[in-house]
């Protein structure tokens, strides 16, 4: 099937051309088929969209964060208002299911609802008591030019999770997102300009991370950089930014720890499994992959969740695996010599409407060992293991062993004893018993799930240099 249409950059207001004419083909992985194409970008191209960013920022910068917050409201109007489209897009290149397609669209939208509000209050510094004779203040400066690399997993939720603060910080940004899922976010950066937002301030060079991320990530003009992706990008793009002493935010993998006591409501902690399973096939880095049982009521749990699994339907309750190489990767976990035989799933499908598409059965392997590379190691796909324990201590040892840290979840009858887990748990954030991580919470990871902030307050001030100023007044 030949691609139907060619998706141009966004600089400085407009679409332009790649430099070197080149261009890049997508998949609809739901179904195998070939999509549209996108400018594939590299230096040349980033040169253009820094030097615009450069250019335009300190007009922007120097507006009050009421007049940038009101731009990024009508933002948020216009993708609440493009919402069928911005789906449309997103489904034709990750196959999500409607329902998850929403949830997204919605939290895009409300990132820059909360950051259009809480700059006003929040992007401001203060002032510091020094005497008579002495006027001492702080503010909040943008750093200029951010670079900001996002994945494919989440298209348009992680890109509005990251421009949302920059650009109510004052900040132009350059986004490159990933070259499997592009669109959506070309897609914002048009809505961005027909909201208001000058040209210049937010534009979108597409292309592959070696081509157009490593140029991003190296250029002189751009003082911040944000990723998300693997760890082992996540290390390159740290030695970059080493090198160049620019700050960075690292968002990473993880294999995240869901504690289940049996206190515990199991009916609630079995739903919370089954939704993290299944929420876009498990390819979020905060999936709870691994679930921890009390060993009384381990095979009792697992039952349940294997009977909720298997009433779950390929393209309606999930989606496929995005790129053909996370899914080749994923069976490569299903199909290694070491792994146990699982309790449910293990494979593809064969038949039917999802045998066209990347859609992997969602798999169950019960008591696997600890030191298993299924126990270790981050799958990113529709995958759990279960791992017993004895008490308390043994739960918070199984939690921590592990290279991440980036969510944990706790379920258990005593809430102080959830609540005593929580803060020893090594993760950026905890959930006990449910307790809901929203726009407004700070979200990061401990160890090899990154460092830096996103979301709440904490995502503000990473796109924000704090500067001092004192004034002897006589």
């Keep these: 099937m030949t691609a139907t249409a060619r998706h141009q950059h966004w600089i400085d207001g407009e679409d332009a051309e790649p430099a070197d004419r080149a ?3 997508t998949l609809d992985p739901a179904t195998r088929e070939r999509g549209d194409e996108i400018a594939a970008g590299g230096p040349a191209d980033v040169d253009r969209a820094v030097a615009a960013a450069e250019r335009a920022r300190r007009e922007w910068a120097d507006l009050s964060p009421a007049a940038r917050g009101a731009v990024l409201h009508r933002i948020a109007d216009l993708i609440a208002e493009d919402a069928e489209t911005l789906m449309r897009l997103e489904r034709a290149c990750t196959g999500k299911v409607t329902a998850q397609l929403r949830l997204e669209i919605d939290l895009s939208a409300q990132y820059f609802r909360y950051y259009a509000g809480v700059v006003r209050a929040a992007g401001q510094g203060g002032v510091i008591e020094q005497g008579a004779g002495v006027h001492t203040y702080t503010r909040y400066e943008p750093y200029g030019v951010v670079g900001v690399v996002t994945p494919w997993n989440l298209p348009l939720n992680q890109a509005c999770r990251a421009l949302a603060p920059a650009l109510a910080m004052g900040n132009a940004v350059v986004a490159k997102p990933s070259e499997f899922t592009s669109v959506s976010t070309l897609r914002l950066a048009r809505l961005a300009s027909r ?11 597409t292309g592959t991370g070696p081509e157009a991320g490593a140029a991003l990530a190296a250029h002189p003009g751009v003082r ?28 990473l993998g993880c294999k995240s720890p869901l504690l289940v006591f049996a206190d515990a409501d199991l009916d609630r902690a079995v739903d919370a499994v089954v939704t993290a399973l299944a929420a876009n096939s498990g390819q979020v880095c905060s999936a709870a992959t691994r679930l921890l049982v009390e060993e009384s009521v381990h095979d009792e749990v697992v039952d349940r969740v294997v009977a909720a699994v298997e009433k779950l339907r390929p393209g309606v309750d999930f989606g496929p695996l995005i790129t053909e190489a996370q899914y080749r990767k994923v069976l490569g976990f299903l199909t290694d010599a070491d792994s146990p035989v699982p309790v449910t799933g293990g494979g593809p499908y064969t038949d039917g409407p999802a045998a066209r598409g990347l859609y992997v059965r969602p ?20 995958v759990l293991v279960t791992l017993p324990f004895r008490d308390e201590a043994d739960a918070l040892a199984l939690a921590n062993d592990t290279d991440y840290g980036l969510v944990a979840a706790v379920w258990s009858g005593d809430l102080a004893r959830g609540l005593r887990l929580a803060e020893r748990i090594d993760a950026g954030q905890v959930a006990v018993n449910g307790g809901p991580l929203t726009v407004e919470t700070p979200f990061g990871g401990y160890k090899q799930s990154g460092y830096g902030r996103e979301k709440g ?6 796109y924000a240099q704090l500067k001092t100023v004192s004034a002897r007044l006589y």
């Excluded at 090198?243 to 690292?250: G, I, K, M, Y």
């Excluded at 307050?457 to 990473?462: C, G, I, P, Q």
């Design 224 to 251: 911040r950089l944000a990723f998300t992706g693997s760890v082992a990008t996540g290390r390159l793009l740290a030695g970059v930014a080493a090198a160049r002493l620019v700050p960075l935010t690292l968002e």
């Design 23 to 25: 261009w890049l083909p």
């Design 363 to 382: 798999t169950v392997y019960a008591r696997v060992d600890p030191g298993a590379r299924l126990a270790r190691e981050e799958v990113f796909g529709p």
């Design 457 to 462: 307050l904490a995502a503000l001030h990473e």
């Design 195 to 205: 909201a208001g937002l000058p040209d210049g301030i937010l534009n979108v060079v």
